[in-house]
């Protein structure tokens, strides 16, 4: 892969990510549910409360998703948050544990 391919894979994927609020288990309290705002990052439905957390999200939880996908063209598209990351795996290990 080019460097350039590289580079603007990888800007993508991580301009996809924030350090912002989001309702934790919506709907929120002003909606008349019981989720509350916290800080994280919305895209992966992820919460901290720090810099140093959201750097290590995006190196930790982002950067070998990507790499990953990458270097095997053969994967299906990345997952679009962290949620649906663990959702597919669970999917695979539950299809993988009911073979022979
Ligand atoms: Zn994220």
């Given at each position: 892969?080019?460097k350039?391919?590289?580079?603007?894979?990888?800007?993508?994927?991580?301009?996809?990510?924030?350090?912002?609020?989001?309702?934790?288990?919506?709907?929120?309290?002003?909606?008349?549910?019981?989720?509350?705002?916290?800080?994280?990052?919305?895209t992966?439905?992820?919460?901290?409360?720090?810099?140093?957390?959201?750097?290590?999200?995006?190196?930790?939880?982002?950067?070998?998703?990507?790499?990953?996908?990458?270097?095997?063209?053969?994967?299906?598209?990345?997952?679009?948050?962290?949620?649906?990351?663990?959702?597919?795996?669970?999917?695979?290990?539950?299809?993988?544990?009911?073979?022979?």
């Amino acid at each position: 892969m080019q460097k350039s391919a590289l580079l603007a894979a990888l800007r993508s994927e991580l301009h996809r990510h924030d350090f912002s609020t989001f309702v934790d288990e919506p709907p929120s309290i002003a909606q008349g549910g019981n989720g509350v705002v916290v800080t994280g990052c919305p895209t992966c439905i992820k919460k901290f409360g720090t810099m140093p957390h959201f750097l290590d999200h995006l190196t930790d939880d982002v950067l070998p998703l990507l790499l990953d996908r990458l270097s095997a063209p053969g994967l299906p598209p990345a997952p679009r948050s962290l949620r649906e990351y663990l959702y597919r795996k669970i999917v695979v290990s539950t299809r993988t544990l009911g073979r022979p």
